[in-house]
């Protein structure tokens, strides 16, 4: 069985950085394309970044230029990049995979979440 699992969210100061991972356990299956979202207390889920197949990237206006996210497939891992990290960027972040094994593509796969805070 496939999962993914979150990694590196915690506490940052205001114009600090934080990296988070999504990795691909199980066999069989890679990370073909992945999104990030995120749910601040009180609010709806939120698209900030995508990545393609093919290395493709997009951002939410909200992030653009300060987050990036790069793909490791070796590892079969996804990560986002934030910087200048602001304090509207505190809430729960989740990836969002398509997997692709034996030609077949399986959307909708998700991670657990992990808190970001932004805080002095």
Same mark, same amino acid.
């Given at each position: 069985?496939? +999962?993914?699992?979150?990694?590196?969210?915690?506490?940052?100061q205001?114009?600090?950085?934080? =990296?988070?991972?999504?990795?691909?356990?199980?066999?069989g299956? &890679?990370?073909?394309?992945? @999104?990030?979202? =995120? +749910?601040?207390?009180?609010? +709806?889920?939120?698209?900030?970044?995508?990545? *393609?197949?093919?290395?493709? =990237? !997009?951002?939410?206006d909200?992030?653009?230029? =300060?987050?990036? &996210? &790069?793909?490791d @497939?070796?590892?079969? *891992?996804?990560?986002?990049?934030?910087?200048?990290?602001?304090?509207? @960027?505190?809430?729960?972040?989740?990836?969002?995979?398509?997997?692709?094994?034996?030609?077949?593509?399986? !959307? @909708?796969?998700?991670?657990?979440?992990? +808190?970001?805070?932004?805080? &002095?």
């Amino acid at each position: 069985q496939v +999962q993914l699992v979150e990694s590196g969210g915690g506490l940052a100061q205001p114009g600090g950085s934080l =990296r988070l991972s999504c990795a691909a356990s199980g066999s069989g299956f &890679s990370i073909y394309a992945m @999104d990030w979202y =995120r +749910q601040a207390p009180g609010k +709806q889920r939120e698209l900030v970044a995508s990545i *393609t197949a093919g290395g493709y =990237r !997009n951002y939410a206006d909200s992030v653009k230029g =300060r987050f990036t &996210s &790069s793909r490791d @497939d070796a590892k079969n *891992t996804v990560y986002l990049q934030m910087n200048s990290l602001k304090p509207e @960027d505190t809430a729960v972040y989740y990836c969002n995979a398509a997997l692709i094994g034996s030609g077949i593509i399986k !959307n @909708d796969y998700w991670g657990q979440g992990t +808190q970001v805070t932004v805080s &002095s």
